[in-house]
């Protein structure tokens, strides 16, 4: 556990060299003696797995970043990849790597859907720390290594439904956030998680221009319920890969029954509450932007309608429009907490 804040802690601290390759070299020695094991006969799915084969995504060789830096790749080695079937993996085409990488809602970094990819190069996400606080039995600043210790890394392809009317379907690598709720104890007041983005002036140009809309830092927030769906996701990479500083290394949240704005990104806070937290952009325009934000077809945006989307990529010569489904199509997994809610009310 570290009390310290992240601007005080040297990334020497953080793994001495000498451990790290260590770390690397018992991963490569390991690889090499599953490798041997398999050749005879044994546990070839975990063998898979280290190759990234068995997973439904990886990031094009030229792009990928594992078993170079930064640390937490070493999780990478052994990812279980999402099942066959939905909610975990919907079966749909992907959008690609360049698009999901690329496209971006980051306004730390810029208002522009290329912002993000483009003015992130400054952006460190090691050191990182974060600060769980409120209703916990064990509030504290954490390293992010100390809170993904216990954590094994899956594949989760889900279908990411932004409340401007466009959808990707991405292939996340993470953790499901309740394994993360868990781990720090909530008290029973906890009724509420409430999340906050990192602010950087120097490495965000979005948050030191005058023209900001938004007033930092971005916060979100979910129900504790919502907050332990299995569906709830907090990932650490995409692609079989690492996160890019633009989808919000090293660590966010994805919630896909909600429109892309509760999926938080680059966390430095985690707050456990009574009470129902203020969000961003329920804060900017409460009549546009609710605390919910559940997928909803039948309650329209004053500048979306909401019954259709935009399935990204589109070309000239295909632009996919299609239907929007409640919740996002993850209605069996998510629609008995929102049981006698006025949907249109608290959207
Ligand atoms: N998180 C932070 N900190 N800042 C943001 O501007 N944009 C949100 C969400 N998380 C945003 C954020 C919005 S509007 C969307 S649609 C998704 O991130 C987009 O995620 P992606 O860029 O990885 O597709």
């Known amino acids: 556990m570290l009390i310290k804040k992240p601007s005080d802690i040297k990334s020497s601290e953080i793994t001495p060299e000498s451990v790290y390759k260590n770390r690397r070299q018992f991963l490569s020695d390991s690889g090499k003696l599953l490798l041997g094991a398999a050749a005879i006969g044994a546990t070839p799915a975990i063998v898979n797995a280290q190759n990234g084969a068995g997973l439904k995504a990886r990031a094009p060789a030229s792009m990928r970043r594992v078993g170079v830096e930064p640390w937490w790749a070493d999780k990478f080695a052994n990812i279980k990849p999402a099942p066959d079937a939905e909610p975990y993996y919907t079966g749909e085409a992907m959008a690609p790597y360049d698009d999901v990488t690329k496209y971006n809602n980051f306004y730390e970094f810029g208002m522009d859907k290329s912002d993000p990819s483009s003015n992130s190069g400054k952006f460190k996400a090691d050191p990182w720390s974060i600060e769980?606080?409120?209703?916990?039995a064990k509030p504290g600043t954490y390293h992010l290594e100390d809170i993904l210790k216990p954590h094994s890394l899956e594949e989760r392809v889900y279908r990411l439904r932004c409340v401007e009317a466009w959808s990707m379907v991405i292939p996340w690598i993470g953790f499901p956030l309740a394994d993360l709720i868990k781990q720090f104890e909530p008290t029973s007041k906890a009724k509420f998680v409430e999340f906050e983005t990192l602010v950087d002036p120097d490495s965000m140009p979005g948050v030191r221009s005058r023209f900001a809309i938004?007033?930092?830092?971005?916060?979100?927030?979910?129900?504790?319920?919502?907050?332990?769906?299995?569906?709830?996701?907090?990932?650490?990479?995409?692609?079989?890969?690492?996160l890019p500083s633009q989808n919000g290394a090293p660590i966010r949240l994805v919630v896909p029954w909600k429109y892309g704005f509760k999926s938080i990104k680059s966390i430095v806070?985690?707050?456990?509450?009574?009470?129902?937290?203020?969000?961003?952009?329920?804060?900017?325009?409460?009549?546009?932007?609710?605390?919910?934000?559940?997928?909803n077809p039948g309650v329209h945006h004053p500048r979306w309608r909401q019954d259709t989307e935009r399935r990204l990529p589109q070309t000239l010569f295909s632009r996919t429009r299609i239907g929007t489904r409640l919740f996002n199509g993850y209605a069996d997994q998510v629609a008995s907490m929102y049981q006698g809610m006025d949907l249109a009310r608290y959207f």
């Open 132 to 136: 769980i606080a409120g209703e916990v």
């Open 214 to 242: 938004v007033r930092w830092p971005y916060r979100e927030g979910l129900r504790i319920d919502e907050a332990m769906n299995p569906l709830t996701f907090m990932a650490v990479g995409l692609y079989g890969d690492v």
């Open 269 to 295: 806070k985690i707050n456990f509450r009574e009470t129902m937290p203020n969000t961003t952009w329920n804060d900017l325009q409460a009549q546009e932007y609710g605390f919910y934000a559940n997928v």
